[in-house]
Every structure is written in C-alpha cells, then in structure tokens.
C-alpha cells in the first residue's frame, strides 16, 4: 500500500561470507567463458546459454502489444540457428551483442540509458556480456516497480474492500470488537478540549526559531470529525508500548506506527541538535549546507547508542558538535567560541537526554503540529508553512509525513464508515457528519 515502494536489488557486502562466496563463484564462472572464447577453435557452449538466458530477459520486458518487436527478437537470437552458426564457426559474436545493445536501447527506461551506452564502449565479449547482464537486471527490477506502481490503484481497492469484509465478520461474532477504537476516539476528543502545556524556561535555545502561523493550530477550537481523527491517529505515535487497549481498526498497522514513532523521536533529537548549534554557529557558519550536513551526521551516528544510553550518546554528540564549530569558524576566519559560550553549548547538547528539556520539548511539539497539518491540508501544503527549527529537516520530514499519510489515509478508507458511527455519538451536533469523515 505503500506509494513509494519500490523493489531494490539486494546488495551483498564484499566483506560478507555470502558476498565473498558470490563473487568468487561469479568470477570463476566468467573466468570459464573467457577460456572457451579464447580456445582455438573457440567454444561457444556457454555463450550460448548466455544468449538464451538474454533471450528470455528481452521477452519478459516487452508489452503485450509489442508483437513485432517479439518476433524480432525470436528472429535474431534463435537457439537452433545459433547453435548451428557455432558449430560451422561463424556466430558473429560482435553482431550479436550490437543487435542486443540495440534492443536494451528500445527496452529501457531513460534512466538506464547511460548505463547501456557504457557497454558500447567495451570490445572485451566477456565483459561486455557480464555487463549486460548488470544492466538487464535493473531493467528487470525497473519492470517490476512498473508493474507494482500500475496495480497498485487496484491492489488498493481489493485491499479495502477485503480489509473491511474480513472485519465486518468479526465484528458480527465479536460486537464489543470496536470498544478500544472507541476508547481511543473518545481520549482524542478530550485531547482537543484540553489545553497544550507550555514550557516555562523560554529563555533557552528555543526562543531563536519564532513560531509559525500554524501554531495558532494549537489552541482549542470547536470539536469536528476531521480534528478529532487527526488527533486520534496522532495519538497512535505517543502510544504506550505497555496499553494493550490498542485501537482494534489499527493492529494490521501496529508495527508500521511503531516505526514511525521512532523516527519522529529521532528527528526530534537531530532537529533539537541542530536548534541548540544554530545559536552558536551564527547565520553566516550555519547558512552553509554542508556545515548542517556534517552535524546530522553526527547526531543520526548516535541515534542507536540514544535509545538505550541518552546520556552518553549526547556526551558525544555536544563533544563532536562543539569541535566541529570550533573548527569550521576557524576555518572561515570567524571569530571562535568563548569558554563560556563552548560549556554553554555542550550542557544545552547534554540536557537534550533528558525527555523534559524545553528544546526537546518544543521541537517534539512543533513536529506533531506538523504531522497534524499534513493530515488536514496534505504533505505538500504543510511543507510551506513549517513550524520554526524544522526547516533544516525539511527533507526529513517530508519522508515522515508522507509515510504517516500514507498508512491514515489507507486505515480511514477502510473503517471509515465504523469511525463515522463512533464519532456521531462523541460529536452529536455536527452537520453532515459522514461526509466530513469521508472526505477527510
């Protein structure tokens, strides 16, 4: 279901056992053609096989309707004919591998165009052969991610109608099902009703990135369906791994939600970072793309050692910040940090460990008004209105909204209509109720 999915060739690592195992049987194998090729007279047992199997991969990459360019293919890499023109010593080889160039040319998408232009360069048979078989198998993979992107609208439908029949048949033998769902979307409208705490120490970090427009957002407003849902599946990101009252709609997507939730504390920790060092780096270091580069990479190289040690990880993280801007001002001839401004700055990195830090705090806030705002306006329209200190992150955050959208969007167009009888009891006011769910 999701849209960016996408089939990726598995690489091995050459350090691996199954990598190493893999080239050395690779090499062997190509180190066997070359022997063959170069015997006198030359054996084309193997090559031949090799053009078979070429064969086979040209004809799975064609379209139903491209008939002519079928028979072509059949025509010029036919087996029998082949293995005759071998036996008398006149497979012409190099006319072999033009023809096949020539077609991968027609076959490819645009972006595999360079790549088959390379192989026209080689005038090595054997490593012209074993490069087009690296090619054709991106244009086999390519193929696929077509294939998946052009069902997916269907996939989808058959996936929502059967999600909801399947449930609609539990829910009959089991009518309590949807208890925790509505659990779930009462908390959230009493969410919505209930004031944000703010954050008492403003005279941190945090005060450098102005608030955005969109916080408005924040205050209470009158309750509505679409609201109360966003709210709800916000809530999903906050869930306690211990509160088995999981909502019943949303198990199938438990793990999915997981995983988001740990991105968006990471993204948390590095956009937090990455406030605390703009306010000693100054406009002119931190306006630098590639100074901002060098700072995330710091902090994503730590994200692993924070889930279980949060101190140490930022012990690191303020040493090798700290260095880093001590070096690049430096660098550009700016003036260096005081003593006192560096031990500032490191016991700003170091208090982010701990989960009440008002930058910490505010960030995670601010990326939660976010996430709401994609699920209301969309990803695209939310990336132009982002709450301060999340502009460096933009990148970041797209991914992570789009994924968030992405699994809510899927989740209410199945159990959209249980979600609309639910709310109609928390909101009896609202006009058009069910419309309103629908078309959020």
């Not at 309750?223 to 709210?231: E, F, G, I, K």
Request: hydrophobic share 40%.
């Amino acid at each position: 279901m999701n849209r960016d999915f996408r089939m990726e060739e598995k690489v091995l690592p050459p350090s691996s056992l199954e990598g190493k195992v893999k080239e050395t049987m690779h090499n062997a194998f190509w180190d066997h053609l070359k022997e063959q090729l170069s015997a006198i007279p030359p054996d084309f047992s193997c090559a031949l096989e090799l053009l078979k199997e070429i064969k086979e991969i040209l004809l799975s990459l064609l379209l139903p309707r491209q008939n002519r360019l079928r028979s072509d293919i059949e025509e010029a890499l036919d087996t029998e004919l082949l293995q005759q023109k071998a036996e008398h010593g006149a497979l012409d080889v190099p006319h072999l591998s033009k023809y096949i160039l020539d077609t991968m040319t027609l076959l490819c998408a645009p972006v595999r165009d360079e790549a088959v232009q390379k192989l026209e360069n080689i005038t090595d048979p054997v490593w012209l052969l074993r490069g087009i078989f690296q090619v054709l198998g991106l244009m086999k993979m390519d193929m696929v991610n077509y294939t998946i992107q052009s069902l997916q609208p269907h996939l989808q439908e058959h996936s929502i109608q059967h999600e909801r029949a399947t449930f609609q048949e539990l829910l009959n033998k089991q009518p309590s099902l949807l208890s925790h769902t509505t659990k779930w979307l009462t908390q959230a409208a009493a969410d919505l009703t209930t004031p944000l705490p703010t954050c008492p120490d403003t005279s941190d970090s945090a005060s450098v990135a102005g608030s955005s427009p969109s916080e408005a957002a924040i205050s209470p407003e009158p309750l509505s369906p679409t609201m109360v849902l966003s709210q709800g599946f916000l809530n999903l990101l906050l869930w306690d791994p211990e509160d088995e009252d999981f909502p019943e709609t949303l198990l199938t997507d438990r793990t999915q939600l997981q995983e988001l939730e740990s991105q968006l504390s990471q993204l948390t920790i590095l956009a937090s970072v990455l406030l605390v060092a703009s306010s000693f780096s100054g406009s002119v270091l931190f306006g630098s793309p590639q100074f901002v580069d060098k700072l995330k990479h710091i902090t994503k190289d730590v994200m692993e050692e924070f889930k279980s040690r949060p101190e140490e990880a930022m012990q690191t993280v303020s040493e090798q910040v700290s260095q880093e801007i001590h070096q690049s001002l430096k660098n550009m001839g700016l003036a260096a940090l005081s003593s006192e401004n560096t031990a500032s700055l490191i016991g700003q990195l170091q208090n982010i460990a701990k989960k009440e830090n008002c930058v910490r705090s505010v960030i995670d806030q601010r990326i939660h008004l976010f996430l709401k705002c994609c699920l209301v306006l969309g990803v695209q329209r939310s990336l132009l209105d982002l709450p301060g200190g999340l502009t460096v992150i933009e990148a970041e955050l797209a991914e992570l909204g789009q994924k968030f959208v992405s699994l809510t969007h899927h989740n209410q167009k199945v159990f959209g209509p249980y979600y609309t009888e639910i709310l109609k009891t928390l909101i009896p006011s609202a006009q058009a109720l069910e419309t309103e769910v629908e078309s959020l």
